[in-house]
């Protein structure tokens, strides 16, 4: 794996409401390097979203004080100028939220959204829809989807159209927050399979937010527990779900559904042999 770093966070530390309160996140220090995939993991409120949303450089809409330093590719972010973040997001990062309606306009077909915004980073008109078309052939989605509504589509196909569009756009970072919550145990493994693709395609990098530790071992490189906003682990994702240093860690392990026999601490039950989670029940 390439070893340059893509995204650097330092002493990253996110507050919202008046001084002093306390940090909801405080990130020593956390790198991805180019084509990696990281895993971000934690309970309900540990901070994953907030990681997320401090990178895409969103936190500060929601009138968060953030303090440090979030660097991609070399350029620093927290200080950027709101039309630098507007290009970069969308073109070197973008955003593959957890309910893919949220970034489709309900009143448009997908196509319009996908093709105005490969338009808006420079796209001519007839790339857009080269493009869009090789995108949608990618997900395995037919090109006539394009003409769908937002509401015409499955949670899973529509996943796979903002895979497309972020395919199309050739990100560098793809950050996805929980991306495959709202899908059953097939469409998790098609979108995880894709993501896995559009690496090999063009070398993108992943920060894949879940608290479903089992999700992101069989998908990540490396995986990041947060706890209260602080990381308490970052690991190699093997090593980390087969021996988890921190008690949190260990007790995410236990607590996750599992996904096709992922490895992770068994149960008093399991080990006298009644039966194992098989990953089926819902993520949240
Ligand atoms: N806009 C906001 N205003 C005030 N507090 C916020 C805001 N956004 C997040 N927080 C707080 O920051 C903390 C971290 O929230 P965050 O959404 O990042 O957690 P999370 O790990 O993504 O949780 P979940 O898995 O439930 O989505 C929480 O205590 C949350 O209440």
């Known amino acids: 794996m ?28 956390l790198v991805l390097y180019e084509g990696e995939f990281l895993g971000i993991a934690g309970e309900s409120g540990a901070g994953k979203t907030t990681t997320g949303l401090t990178v895409l450089g969103l936190t500060r809409h929601a009138g968060a004080r953030v303090s440090g330093s979030v660097r991609l590719a070399g350029e620093e972010l927290l200080s950027a100028p709101e039309r630098r973040l507007r290009r970069l997001r969308g073109s070197t990062m973008t955003l593959i939220p957890q309910n893919p309606a949220a970034a489709f306009s309900p009143v448009l077909p997908v196509g319009t959204t996908v093709l105005r915004t490969l338009r808006l980073h420079g796209c001519t008109r007839a790339e857009a829809r080269a493009r869009a078309a090789a995108g949608l052939e990618r997900v395995g989605l037919p090109t006539g ?23 199309a756009l050739r990100a560098r970072l793809l950050i996805a927050d929980e991306p495959t919550s ?22 993108t990098a992943l920060l894949f937010i879940s608290h479903h530790l089992a999700l ?37 392990l236990a607590a996750a559904p599992r996904l096709g026999g992922a490895p992770g601490p068994r149960s008093a039950d399991e080990k006298n042999g009644k039966g194992r989670n098989d990953g089926r029940g819902g993520t949240r």
């Open 145 to 167: 989807h394009l003409a769908r509504y937002p509401h015409q589509l499955s949670g899973g196909q529509l996943q796979r159209v903002a895979i497309a569009l972020a395919s």
């Open 2 to 29: 390439n070893r340059t770093p893509l995204l650097e966070l330092h002493d990253v530390r996110v507050a919202f409401g008046p001084e002093p309160a306390e940090p909801v996140l405080h990130i020593d220090e």
């Open 182 to 203: 709202a899908l059953d145990v097939m469409a998790q493994a098609q979108i995880c399979t894709l993501l896995t693709e559009l690496r090999t395609a063009h070398g």
């Open 216 to 252: 992101l071992a069989g998908l990540c490189d490396r995986i990041a527990v947060l706890h209260r906003g602080r990381v308490i682990e970052d690991r190699p994702a093997a090593d980390l779900v087969a021996a988890p240093r921190a008690d949190r860690t260990g007790q995410l």
